[in-house]
């Protein structure tokens, strides 16, 4: 006759098995697909197994019925693997440890995320999940009920106990994470991946002032009459033209003319694609190289918020500028409001300062920044040059959720295009937005007695996956140019052109707005 611990075993240990099972056959799902479980380092099989006891016991605790457990950390694995299928497809990198603060961010800024994984995708997954625990708490009676306590909790204890061994062996044993996440998920798998690049963020924040190329405050002299400075980081803006000799020239015809009249322009390497803007942001802020950044170049804030870091703003601060970031959107998003007094800024205007009614699109319109940094520009006095860091939105996603009329369809294009081109059209809708933008900037710096300067690059290309996989993907790099009031016309022969990266545009602006000593 089977004894108690017996039949706890089969009832206890079977869905266990069976469920971690399950995840290694959803793993072949997974993009970029992992090695299969049994070629992974020992450590990268330790710590997934690890992992799920760990995820199997916190729901086993909470239902206290097995098979139900079973069920629901399946579909938890599941989901994640869904999730991180639709980052993949998009911006072409895994979930990370560092992407879980967007799921926060999911809940305060749905519109952001929620569209990209697909919103009935995830009523499917919410209503799964409640059929699930519905059925489960309905057929299936909690194990501690018929079993009795003493026999149950030792097991318990002993697989929680095995649990946090296993996690740290993995943990202690396992190959250093290359930080190419296509690479570490590739050879560790989901799970293990992401406990790796956990304890890669425990490590101390290295001294960030070592890695930027920004000079120092008595390395530069400002000319007598100091220059205006505004500096635009533009949504998702690059050149389609580069790639797809459908669309029409004129859709950017004053960014043209800007460039043929600038100091330098030309293509620019950026550290983000299709998202993921901070860490574009972060580079151009402080001269540091994105790829010097270690673990914290997925995300450079979230380390940063209590670290005085080396920034274009602090360095102009020091040299007597009023230092303003204007940005559309809430100042806590990616903890702006508590990195950016950190990073020199005097002031931060979000979206408190306009008025919602005002945008042309779902994110407050390029040409409303506009009138925001002319006013300040009025207002700024006579003794007191200004430096304004725009961040801008229109152009941010979700593409595919607006609509256009037929000839807004066509307008930009020079021929017929199919549905494939969709999202393009609305991209380019706002592309010219943001190529007004820049013709009422370098007007409005013109007009000022101030001399000006005015830079702008984009901070990724767009997401618009359906349009390269029918028209062919572009290579991510951006665009950029360096733009200065001046009483001659500056003639095309003149002008450099100059790829640069990101980290390294700061310096350029330094030294299009400043004189050496």
Not at 217 to 238: C, G, R
Request: hydrophobic letters at 45%; a neutral charge; aromatic letters at 12%.
């Amino acid at each position: 006759m089977a004894t108690v611990t017996d039949t706890f075993l089969i009832s206890f240990a079977l869905p266990l098995f069976i469920g971690f099972s399950a995840t290694c056959v959803i793993d072949l799902c997974l993009k970029p697909c992992p090695l299969w479980f049994w070629r992974r380092h020992h450590a990268d099989i330790l710590l997934n197994l690890g992992l799920w006891i760990v995820i199997f016991f916190i729901e086993f605790l909470q239902y206290r019925r097995p098979w139900l457990t079973c069920l629901i950390a399946i579909v938890i694995y599941a989901v994640c693997v869904l999730i991180n299928n639709a980052k993949f497809k998009v911006l072409r990198e895994p979930f990370l440890y560092q992407d879980i603060d967007y799921l926060k961010d999911l809940v305060r800024h749905p519109k952001l995320y929620l569209p990209f994984f697909g919103i009935g995708k995830t009523f499917i997954c919410l209503g799964i999940a409640i059929a699930l625990i519905c059925c489960g708490l309905i057929s299936e009676s909690p194990l501690l009920m018929w079993s009795g306590t003493d026999p149950v909790w030792p097991f318990v204890f002993f697989f929680l106990f095995s649990a946090v061994l296993l996690i740290w062996f993995g943990s202690k044993a396992g190959p250093t994470i290359t930080c190419d996440p296509v690479e570490d998920v590739r050879n560790a798998g989901l799970l293990a991946a992401i406990w790796r690049y956990s304890l890669a963020e425990r490590r101390p924040l290295p001294q960030l002032r070592q890695f930027s190329n920004l000079p120092s405050m008595n390395q530069v002299a400002l000319d007598i009459k100091k220059t205006n400075i505004v500096v635009v980081q533009s949504e998702s803006f690059f050149d389609p033209r580069r790639y797809f000799e459908s669309v029409k020239p004129s859709v950017l015809k004053h960014f043209d003319q800007t460039c043929r009249q600038s100091i330098k322009y030309g293509k620019l390497d950026v550290p983000a694609w299709g998202a993921n803007t901070v860490r574009t942001e972060f580079a151009f802020l402080t001269g540091i190289a994105n790829s010097l950044l270690g673990i914290d170049k997925f995300n450079p804030y979230r380390r940063s918020t209590g670290t005085e870091i080396p920034s274009i703003a602090r360095l102009l601060k020091q040299l007597g500028y009023r230092t303003v970031c204007i940005h559309p959107y809430p100042a806590s998003f990616y903890d702006r409001d508590k990195v950016f007094p950190r990073l020199g800024f005097d002031h931060f205007i979000d979206i408190k300062a306009f008025d919602q009614a005002q945008s042309k699109s779902v994110f407050v319109s390029d040409l409303t920044l506009v009138d925001k940094v002319i006013e300040l520009l009025d207002v700024t006095k006579e003794d007191e040059a200004l430096f304004v860091f725009v961040i801008t939105m229109e152009n941010h996603g979700p593409l595919h959720l607006e609509r256009l009329s037929d000839q807004q369809f066509r307008r930009w294009f020079k021929k017929e295009m199919g549905a494939h081109a969709e999202d393009l059209a609305v991209y380019l809708s706002h592309l010219a937005n943001a190529d007004l933008m820049i013709q009422r900037l370098t007007q409005a710096l013109s007009d000022n007695t101030r001399p000006g300067l005015l830079a702008w690059f984009g901070d990724h290309v767009p997401m618009m996956s359906k349009v390269y996989k029918e028209l062919g993907m572009p290579e991510g790099s951006t665009d950029y140019f360096i733009w200065r009031t001046s009483s001659e016309q500056r003639t095309y022969d003149l002008v450099e052109i100059k790829n640069l990266a990101v980290h390294e545009l700061a310096v350029h602006i330094l030294s299009a707005a400043t004189t050496p000593k």
